[in-house]
């Protein structure tokens, strides 16, 4: 695609409380080499340097987690021109996510309870026009987990944005065991437990090493 800006893979990771027991910068390697396949230059969001080859921008964070997460990305947003996907760190790209950029900002929908958007994958076409969702959202003050989604679904409703629902089931979606492929959507999200098997499943349906 000759004259697209080249998009940059944005994860987060600022350790807090752990939740699941795993080791993030593990995840985040795996990630790394999901995006060098692919050509897509990967930088983890945090407050403090990833171990090498993981590219790193630091920011001061708040030590909250729901706030961290979001005013992380607000801060990589707004000094970051052009095409940013922000996908979890326990996330793995499976294929060129360039077409996937629709208007403003195109956010992933599934059949969630908590909240229909999971922001395990959110296509940003350009860093600075896409910031001011996230500091609405975080104005909403969300301290409890799963808040940020919530906050920043409501935020980007508002924000008067030319934006794109699209399937969690083609771009975010998560295999059921280590065997499924999922599908192969363009990012797959190992949520929750699941993590515990992604780089099995990353060896056996891209032929990536751990």
Known sequence: MEGVDPVIVASFFAPRFEKWGC???ALLMM???SCRRLGLRHVVISDRNRPAPLETTRFDLPENLMLALLDGQRQFLAVTPGPVLLVGADCLVTRDPRPY????LAVTIGPFSDCPMNTGTIFCADGPTCA????????RRPLEWGDDQR???AA???SGLDYCELP???HNWAPDH??????MPTVVHFRGRRKTFMAEWARRHMGLAA
């Open 151 to 153: 906050a920043l679904y």
């Open 168 to 170: 969690c089931e083609a």
């Open 31 to 33: 990630l790394d080499a």
């Open 101 to 104: 950029f629709v208007g403003d």
């Open 132 to 139: 001011p969702v996230w500091q609405a959202a975080l104005d």
């Open 178 to 183: 280590v065997g499924d492929h999922a599908g």
């Open 156 to 158: 980007l409703k508002t």
């Open 23 to 25: 080791d993030y910068d």
